[in-house]
T-cell receptor, first 114, second 113 residues
Framework: DQQVKQNSPSLSVQEGRISILNCDYT??????FLWYKKYPAEGPTFLISISSIKDKNEDGRFTVFLNKSAKHLSLHIVPSQPGDSAVYFCAASSYGGSQGNLIFGKGTKLSVKP | NAGVMQNPRHLVRRRGQEARLRCSPMKGHSHVYWYRQLPEEGLKFMVYLQKENIIDESGMPKERFSAEFPKEGPSILRIQQVVRGDSAAYFC???????????FGDGTRLSIL
């Protein structure tokens, strides 16, 4: 049973446009969410996180939106750059992340075309 | 580079041998996590350790797998009597405290012949 779902395996976007990556979760106990970016043969790199007490968090070109009633979050990247091409993972945790174990989605491969 | 250091980057073992994967957390981080990633899958949590203590091992297979994080030295993930199904990328992450974002190493790719 997959508790964190990224239903789009891939996404292609033109450079300069907005990239929107989506993530759905089923466990209502999740209250802390993170996005990671991963290049081939490297480890995931932390991008941005959001606590369930917020509905939006912004850091430079990256914004995460959380819709608790829909159990849905999204990562917006604007403007998209070719260097953003990578696999993006959504992850969730309970108890404010203090539980330690992150539950990951399967990832969405983003391709940003020049 | 003060990031999470994992070694070796690649490890090849024959069935029945032992595999030892090492992880040195970021400076100042005392919480370590191990994850496994199978091809085309997301990362799956295995174990969460703090210095000398296992906090949560709910994702660890009951047999053949063990982990430690001694007072001195790196964290070790040990797999005894490896089988083909153990082939995967194993990632270690660390954080300064509970509830803080986890920062990952570049992983160890384990291949079982």
């Amino acid at each position: 049973d997959q508790q964190v779902k990224q239903n789009s395996p891939s996404l292609s976007v033109q450079e300069g446009r907005i990239s929107i990556l989506n993530c759905d979760y089923t466990n209502s106990m999740f209250d802390y969410f993170l996005w990671y970016k991963k290049y081939p043969a490297e480890g995931p790199t932390f991008l941005i996180s959001i606590s369930s007490i917020k509905d939006k968090n912004e850091d430079g070109r990256f914004t995460v939106f959380l819709n608790k009633s829909a159990k849905h979050l999204s990562l917006h990247i604007v403007p998209s750059q070719p260097g953003d091409s990578a696999v993006y993972f959504c992850a969730a945790s309970s108890y404010g992340g203090s539980q330690g174990n992150l539950i990951f989605g399967k990832g969405t491969k983003l391709s940003v075309k020049p | 580079n003060a990031g999470v250091m994992q070694n070796p980057r690649h490890l090849v073992r024959r069935r029945g041998q032992e595999a030892r994967l090492r992880c040195s957390p970021m400076k100042g981080h005392s919480h370590v996590y191990w994850y496994r990633q199978l091809p085309e899958e997301g990362l799956k949590f295995m174990v969460y350790l703090q210095k000398e203590n296992i906090i949560d091992e709910s994702g660890m297979p009951k047999e053949r797998f063990s982990a430690e994080f001694p007072k001195e030295g790196p964290s070790i993930l040990r797999i005894q009597q490896v089988v083909r199904g153990d082939s995967a990328a194993y990632f270690c992450a660390s954080s300064p405290d509970r509830g803080q974002p986890q920062h990952f190493g570049d992983g160890t790719r384990l291949s079982i012949l």
